[in-house]
T-cell receptor, first 113, second 115 residues
Framework: GAGVSQSPSNKVTEKGKDVELRCDPI?????LYWYRQSLGQGLEFLIY????????KSGLPSDRFSAERTGGSVSTLTIQRTQQEDSAVYLC???????????FGDGTRLSIL | AQSVAQPEDQVNVAEGNPLTVKCTYS??????LFWYVQYPNRGLQFLLKYITGDNLVKGSYGFEAEFNKSQTSFHLKKPSALVSDSALYFC?????????????FGGGTRVLVKP
């Protein structure tokens, strides 16, 4: 079956531009997570969606970051007014329930010039 | 609060030798523990988990891990390493009593298996 799909796989943009990163979770998975992986910072939790509950946004680093999940499936992570420190690999994961292992996509490598 | 420590940035081992990747954790409630592996330019792949039950957990690709509550450790092991096991390994924990499923990851350990 299909795994977690992320697009684009690579994104290069200029400082100050907005970017949107997309995640298609595994069908039937109710929980969806975004993480950021950067050199020197390891893997950082960003945001978590579970069904129709209010998302856990506790990991978002600033108000330039936002995410939504439409129809309980596809999610979009938006970064406004990008900065060079936003350069990282953004990973999406989903799980069938919140107590089950998370399955990761291959990530979007974001480079801010 | 929850945290994970992987004390070794890199582990080198000869093919056929035993492989151990260390992990210690800290949670206020019950630990749910996970190991993931990451190959270059790929996402993380789930290897195994400990939620409850037997302290020795067996997972994918011949890997196993032992939960040790007194030492708050969850070391990953493989009896005979393969060159193809060379990758980046992450230990992760979540507090089983906390709402949500936010994982906290260790900094990762790079494993290099030499022929």
């Amino acid at each position: 079956g299909a795994g977690v799909s992320q697009s684009p796989s690579n994104k290069v943009t200029e400082k100050g531009k907005d970017v949107e990163l997309r995640c298609d979770p595994i069908s039937g998975h109710t929980a969806l997570y975004w993480y950021r992986q950067s050199l020197g910072q390891g893997l950082e939790f960003l945001i978590y969606f579970q069904g129709n509950s209010a998302p856990d946004k506790s990991g978002l680093p600033s108000d330039r970051f936002s995410a939504e999940r439409t129809g309980g499936s596809v999610s979009t992570l938006t970064i406004q007014r990008t900065q060079q420190e936003d350069s990282a690999v953004y990973l999406c994961a989903s799980s069938v329930r919140q107590d089950q292992p998370q399955h990761f996509g291959d990530g979007t490598r974001l480079s801010i010039l | 609060a929850q945290s994970v420590a992987q004390p070794e940035d890199q582990v080198n081992v000869a093919e056929g030798n035993p492989l151990t990747v260390k992990c210690t954790y800290s949670v206020s409630g019950n630990p749910y523990l996970f190991w993931y592996v990451q190959y270059p330019n790929r996402g993380l792949q789930f290897l195994l988990k400990y939620i409850t039950g037997d302290n020795l957990v067996k997972g994918s690709y011949g890997f196993e891990a032992e939960f040790n509550k007194s030492q708050t450790s969850f070391h990953l092991k493989k009896p005979s390493a393969l060159v193809s096991d060379s990758a980046l390994y992450f230990c992760a924990v979540r507090d089983g009593k906390a709402a949500g499923n936010k994982l906290t990851f260790g900094g990762g350990t790079r494993v290099l298996v030499k022929p």
